[in-house]
């Protein structure tokens, strides 16, 4: 595509200019010729204003079409960076980059879960989390007594979905990694992170 260029209006504006300095200045031109160069100053002059606004036009546009495609520059990125993987290799970047609430058809009716970066952590399972880490706040329920949420039998592999949902508190900078004895420490009061996921202390 040929796109207007900046060159045409400014030898335009020249040439204008050149033809009514000419008629102007120049005492012994014969009328004829003055009316020429007058003549060919305003062609020039309107060749210069529509090539002018042409490019203007077309600076706009490319312009826009700029900021268009910077807004959708990460989503575009990152449909490249997924093209040619398998469905478990989408699903584990998928896990990596994005924290959902995800359902899944049940009786009674659909159970809810939090996507953790190996594993679902069920949601009822969170609610239990949040419940016990007030007996640790600021800090959140240790991962290695995961075993004792729920209380009675807790949860099965209790210990890795207390694990994923640590994790993901602090990914979203809602805690501070755990430091030696000490479990992830909240960044945020417990109940606005636990009102964060629907649930209410």
């Given at each position: 595509?040929?796109?207007?260029?900046?060159?045409?209006?400014?030898?335009?504006?020249?040439?204008a200019?050149?033809?009514?300095?000419?008629a102007w200045?120049?005492?012994?031109l014969?009328?004829?010729l003055r009316?020429?160069l007058?003549?060919?100053?305003c062609?020039?002059?309107?060749?210069?204003?529509?090539?002018?606004?042409?490019?203007?036009?077309?600076r706009?546009a490319?312009?826009?079409?700029s900021?268009?495609?910077?807004?959708?520059?990460p989503?575009?990125?990152?449909?490249?960076?997924?093209?040619?993987?398998?469905?478990?290799?989408?699903?584990?970047?998928?896990?990596?980059?994005?924290?959902?609430?995800?359902g899944?058809?049940g009786?009674?009716?659909?159970?809810w879960?939090?996507?953790?970066?190996?594993?679902?952590?069920?949601l009822?399972?969170v609610?239990?989390?949040?419940?016990?880490?007030?007996?640790?706040?600021?800090f959140?329920?240790?991962?290695?007594?995961?075993?004792?949420?729920?209380?009675?039998?807790?949860?099965?592999n209790?210990?890795?979905?207390?694990?994923?949902?640590?994790?993901?508190?602090v990914?979203?900078?809602?805690?501070?990694?755990a430091?030696?004895?000490?479990?992830?420490?909240?960044?945020?009061p417990?109940?606005?992170?636990?009102?964060?996921?629907?649930?209410?202390?």
């Amino acid at each position: 595509m040929d796109y207007p260029r900046l060159r045409e209006p400014l030898i335009s504006v020249i040439c204008a200019g050149l033809c009514f300095i000419l008629a102007w200045k120049i005492d012994r031109l014969p009328d004829w010729l003055r009316l020429f160069l007058v003549f060919m100053g305003c062609v020039f002059t309107a060749t210069a204003l529509v090539t002018g606004f042409d490019y203007l036009v077309d600076r706009i546009a490319d312009w826009m079409r700029s900021i268009g495609q910077a807004k959708v520059y990460p989503a575009v990125q990152y449909a490249y960076a997924l093209k040619g993987l398998t469905a478990a290799q989408t699903d584990m970047v998928q896990r990596q980059v994005q924290q959902a609430i995800i359902g899944r058809p049940g009786e009674p009716g659909p159970a809810w879960y939090i996507r953790g970066y190996t594993i679902d952590i069920p949601l009822e399972f969170v609610s239990d989390f949040f419940e016990w880490s007030k007996k640790t706040d600021p800090f959140l329920w240790p991962v290695r007594d995961a075993k004792e949420i729920g209380g009675g039998d807790g949860y099965m592999n209790a210990k890795q979905l207390a694990s994923e949902f640590t994790d993901r508190i602090v990914a979203a900078g809602w805690a501070k990694d755990a430091i030696g004895t000490h479990s992830a420490e909240l960044t945020e009061p417990l109940a606005t992170v636990a009102h964060r996921y629907g649930i209410e202390l």
